[in-house]
């Protein structure tokens, strides 16, 4: 989810659970997304991509999914390890260029 | 290979005063990107280099400059700086050119204005 004002949404799971975090994008014309991990004190680090002509994209114990018709994308992390616990961005790519990133999801990942 | 890296880690400064923050990297990267991170948000665009010779405004300009010195570095210059930029600010790079792919960011320079 997006966040309000200075408070991240927070997504807290435990140890081995699936996690799902979800993304709005705002740029129907956006044809490329990814999503990065950004663990405190440091740069984002990426995770994984998709195009916009495709729906499912997995790497290991990640997935990601774009619905195109309601702008939703989704990043599923299997077998959550404490090691996940970040805040995690969606990005998409308006132009060729750049990236415009949300604002990011917590995820808390409890032994 | 250090990928990208950035100086100084950390600044501290006044109102008025102005620096210059350096990146470069080693992955013979077309583009270059420099962008704020404020306290729970996402991170903004200032400036960008879509390539060598080229530079172009992101969505947060303004109170900056930037030098794309070379292939290998992009500085971000404050002329005269103000509480408002207290800020992280990383820069990022990537291959560029006529496919999308993803940007790799260096550590992050933590900067306070006083």
């Known amino acids: 989810g997006e966040s309000v004002g200075l408070h991240l949404p927070t997504l807290s799971v435990q140890e081995g659970d699936n996690s799902i975090i979800n993304c709005a994008y705002s740029?129907?014309?956006?044809?490329?997304f990814i999503w990065y991990k950004q663990e405190s004190g440091k740069g984002p680090q990426f995770i994984i991509d998709?195009?916009?002509?495709?729906d499912k994209r997995q790497g290991q114990r990640v997935t990601v999914l774009l619905n195109k018709t309601v702008k939703h994308l989704s990043l599923q992390i299997a077998a959550t390890q404490p090691g996940d616990s970040a805040v995690y961005f969606c990005?998409?790519?308006?132009?060729?260029?750049?990236?415009?990133f949300g604002k990011g999801t917590m995820l808390l990942v409890s032994p | 290979n250090a990928g990208v890296t950035q100086t100084p880690k950390f600044q501290v400064l006044k109102t008025g005063q102005s620096m210059t923050l350096q990146c470069a990297q080693d992955m013979n990267h077309n583009s270059m990107y420099w962008y704020r991170q404020d306290p729970g948000m996402g991170l903004r665009l200032i400036y960008y280099s879509a390539s060598e010779g080229t530079t172009d405004k992101g969505e947060v300009p303004n109170g900056y400059n930037v030098s794309r010195l070379n292939k290998r570095e992009f500085s971000l210059r404050l002329e005269s700086a103000a509480p408002s930029q207290t800020s992280v600010y990383f820069c990022a790079s990537s291959e560029g050119g006529r496919s999308y792919n993803e940007q790799f960011f260096g550590p992050g320079t933590r900067l306070t204005v006083l």
């Open positions: 990005a998409e790519s308006p132009t060729l260029s750049t990236l415009t």
């Open positions: 998709i195009r916009s002509n495709m």
């Open positions: 740029n129907s014309a956006s044809d490329y």
